[in-house]
């Protein structure tokens, strides 16, 4: 980092993360990938001397209205509408309330507190352009997944994004002082899509956690869950949703059995998390196709798992699956490879970056069942399994948070800089 970035670094940064905290367990409800994300980068952020306040919504009258999430990484629960019972789509309502909040824990500090916002998903951004204004700070936005994008490629029977998301959206891009992009195919999104200025987003790629997720015992690891020695284990990590698609490795194993009956005494599918998104409106949905599909005997269900626990579900397994009909990057497919086990992915969104096809694991174009099932038998039951075996911590290991830290911070100066020449206000940092 040069000396003029290296003096532009942020003292203090307040991170908006509206409708979900980095303190929930990922797996299930809003809680996913960009919780993983926050926590992750806040905590090394503040590993290199940046103070982090993690504005959230209050969901729990039981949550303290400040909580530490790690040293140097503060969490304030907002209070801004009922605690329970509001789903996502019903959050704008309570965005002046959230922002109020946001508002009255600065005004408690002295001027000039935080030198940058860092808002996160479509809701956040609308709070941190406010904060912008208000508080004479850059913006830098990151929407993790785009209501167009999604629309474009929805999974049969879920509901599209409501008009008023992709409004909010707009504006959050128009407004922001730098977008930061997962991928490259994101960025270009954002530019195709929603007019964005190519000069102001920059592409840093999410990490993993390398000390977490890495090759370890998998006997151990089957032994905690109860799966044989021998068995042939393919396994989904995410949200029930369809968005998510874990029916297409539902049909895929009913596919793969009718062309290797065989495989049925060993075969066992682990399908770990918990409903969310419109998988909340059928929440034994998925339960019910293994059973009309005949499978209910191979496929297991588990609730989410964290820290130790999931990097053990990804050790215990010989392929895992990512069927998601639209992913902005996919960490799980990055959590899995570290720890040494192929991924099978489709091909859309930021996995084709997660994943090195033919390499670490196989890319699948489309949901077909036929396709899926061909996918996972190659893996699953062929040589190709062991070769790319040897190459998913390689690929895994070109990711870390602290590489994505690190370009955050370079970001970050570089937004600090361009809005302070914007506005010839002097730097005091």
């Known amino acids: 980092m040069t000396s003029g970035t290296a003096r532009m670094r942020p003292r203090r940064a307040a991170v908006f993360s509206l409708h979900t905290s980095p303190l929930e367990q990922p797996g299930t409800g809003d809680a996913g990938g960009m919780n993983v994300y926050i926590a992750q980068t806040s905590t090394r952020l503040a590993e290199r001397g940046v103070e982090v306040e993690i504005f959230t919504r209050a969901t729990s009258s039981e949550v303290p209205p400040v909580a530490e999430l790690a040293p140097g990484v503060t969490v304030r629960h907002v209070v801004a509408g009922p605690f329970e019972g509001l ?85 959050v891009v128009a407004e922001a002082d730098r977008l930061v992009a997962n991928t490259e195919v994101e960025a270009q999104d954002l530019i195709r899509l929603y007019d964005a200025d190519p000069g102001e987003i920059a592409t840093i790629p999410p990490g993993v956690d390398l000390r977490r997720f890495a090759p370890g015992d998998a006997a151990a ?10 068995a042939l284990v393919l396994a989904f990590v995410g949200r029930i949703q369809p968005l998510k698609a874990p029916d297409v490795l539902l049909r895929a194993t009913a596919e793969l059995l009718v062309r290797r009956p065989g495989l049925r005494s060993r075969l066992e599918v682990l399908v770990v998390g918990g409903p969310s998104g419109t998988g909340l409106e059928r929440p034994e949905a998925l339960r019910e196709l293994a059973r009309e599909l005949g499978i209910g005997d191979v496929v297991r269900f588990l609730p989410p798992q964290g820290g130790a626990a999931l990097a053990d579900v990804y050790r215990a397994a010989d392929v895992v699956a990512v069927p998601s009909y639209n992913e902005s990057f996919g960490l799980v497919a990055l959590e899995a490879q570290a720890c040494g086990t192929p991924v099978v992915a489709a091909a859309v969104g930021g996995l084709p970056v997660a994943v090195a096809d033919g390499r670490s694991g196989l890319l699948v174009d489309g949901h077909r069942t036929g396709q899926w099932a061909a996918a996972l038998e190659a893996v699953a039951e062929t040589g190709l399994r062991e070769r790319l075996r040897a190459g ?38």
């Open 87 to 171: 789903d996502k789509n019903e959050l704008p309502a309570q965005l002046c309330a959230f922002a109020a909040g946001a508002l009255r824990a600065e005004a408690r500090h002295e001027p000039g507190f935080y030198d940058l916002v860092h808002s996160h998903y479509w809701l956040s951004g609308q709070v941190g352009w406010l904060a912008r204004e208000r508080w004479g700070v850059p913006l830098v936005h990151t929407a993790h997944t785009l209501a167009k994008v999604k629309n474009a490629s929805l999974a049969a029977g879920d509901a599209p994004e409501p008009r008023v998301r992709v409004l909010g959206e707009e504006q």
């Open 221 to 230: 690891a089957r032994a905690r869950f109860g799966v044989a020695d021998d």
């Open 392 to 429: 998913t911590t390689a690929h895994a290991e070109a990711f870390s948070w602290e590489r994505t830290t690190d370009a955050l911070l370079e970001t970050y100066a570089r937004a600090r800089r361009a809005f302070h020449s914007q506005f010839n206000t002097e730097e005091t940092a």
